[in-house]
């Protein structure tokens, strides 16, 4: 069973940082390729980040050097710390399965099951 769960977010000034954490279930953390979109008001999803098949992570240009993922095999759970956010970071950012054929399809926005979400606000 697909489970996923978001937490982490918040408010915080330009310039600083956040780590948000997804919870997954053991059966998603093991079987299943993950990534992480966000989803602004009005605009449409987009892929933040995602995992290929040959164990790389790739990051959107929009987060890349700023964004980075990292994970904790023992409590299941995928991390995403975003450092030097922006104003145009805010959104509701998700924790994702990945489809097949997996590699790349996070930049597409392709997703299979996600979380709830944690809102993340970058604002002066």
């Known amino acids: 069973q697909v489970q996923l769960v978001e937490s982490g977010g918040g408010s915080v000034q330009p310039g600083g940082s956040l780590r948000l954490s997804c919870a997954a279930s053991?059966?998603?953390?093991?079987?299943?390729?993950m990534g992480w979109f966000r989803q602004a008001p009005g605009k449409e999803r987009e892929g933040v980040a995602g995992r290929d098949t040959e164990g790389s992570t790739n990051y959107a240009d929009s987060v890349k050097g700023r964004f980075t993922i990292s994970q904790d095999d023992a409590k299941n759970t995928l991390y995403l710390e975003m450092n030097s956010l922006k104003p145009e970071d805010t959104a509701i950012y998700h924790c994702?399965?990945?489809?097949?054929?997996?590699?790349?399809?996070?930049?597409?926005?392709?997703?299979?099951?996600w979380g709830q979400g944690t809102q993340v606000t970058v604002s002066s």
């Open positions: 053991e059966y998603t953390y093991t079987t299943q390729y």
């Open positions: 994702a399965t990945l489809p097949p054929p997996y590699s790349g399809v996070w930049a597409l926005g392709r997703f299979g099951d």
